[in-house]
């Protein structure tokens, strides 16, 4: 299911003709972790990486108890909310989208909250990414799918650090070539090897040769 907001940006984008290459954005375009541990730091909490989720992982510093789930909420929220403006890319990606980008049309869907979405576009233009930013919500699947039918391209590449959405992907639109981008090895290590996975990597530098293997 695609919401009514996700495809009214679908349906504003054009496409050349070349490969299509969608690319998360939060831990694969940019820190989402790192950052989200700095805000959440000032509430004195921490992220316990003992398990691939938020859910559960956010601790009190003092006691070790977990935060209710409604607080992980809010501060996924505000986090969205207060720094999606200034968060940093991780290394080698903004080059690497650029490259890609020479040979190939490249979409960033990115599950966010869509009242931040224009940050996100601020942010990534800041970092000298021109590219369309689809926000989205629920998973990631159906959008992909409707991103490869107006494309109309075989080689269509997706990117993303969540196996939940690297699934999702694989059931809507099983011809996707996937990467599974693990950049931080603290929650890497939670997950195990997906076999219709293309490649896992936490490097772009690996990614991005890969990929235009893969396109070309």
């Known amino acids: 299911m695609i919401s009514d907001i996700t495809r009214s940006q679908l349906e504003t984008l054009s496409f050349s003709g070349r490969p299509l290459v969608i690319c998360d954005v939060d831990e694969v375009v940019v820190h989402?972790?790192?950052?989200?541990?700095?805000?959440i730091a000032v509430e004195n909490l921490r992220l316990d990486p003992a398990s691939?989720?938020?859910?559960?992982?956010?601790?009190?510093?003092?006691?070790?108890?977990?935060a209710p789930d409604s607080q992980v909420a809010d501060l996924v929220s505000g986090f969205f909310a207060d720094r999606t403006r200034h968060m940093q890319p991780i290394e080698g990606a903004v080059d690497a989208l650029l490259d890609i980008g020479n040979t190939a049309d490249v979409v960033l869907l990115t599950n966010l909250p869509h009242g931040s979405g224009d940050h996100r576009r601020q942010n990534l233009a800041d970092h000298g990414l021109p590219f369309p930013v689809v926000t989205n919500s629920g998973p990631k699947g159906p959008a992909i799918r409707d991103l490869v039918s107006r494309a109309g391209q075989p080689a269509t590449v997706f990117i993303d650090d969540s196996p939940s959405f690297i699934a999702s992907s694989y059931e809507h639109a099983p011809d996707v070539h996937l990467i599974h981008f693990l950049h931080d090895d603290r929650f890497a290590r939670h997950i195990e090897p997906i076999d219709y996975v293309s490649l896992r990597t936490g490097c772009w530098t690996e990614a991005r040769a890969h990929i235009l293997r893969l396109i070309s």
């Open 32 to 39: 989402f972790t790192r950052d989200f541990e700095d805000y």
């Open 52 to 66: 691939f989720a938020l859910s559960g992982n956010i601790r009190r510093r003092d006691t070790g108890a977990s």
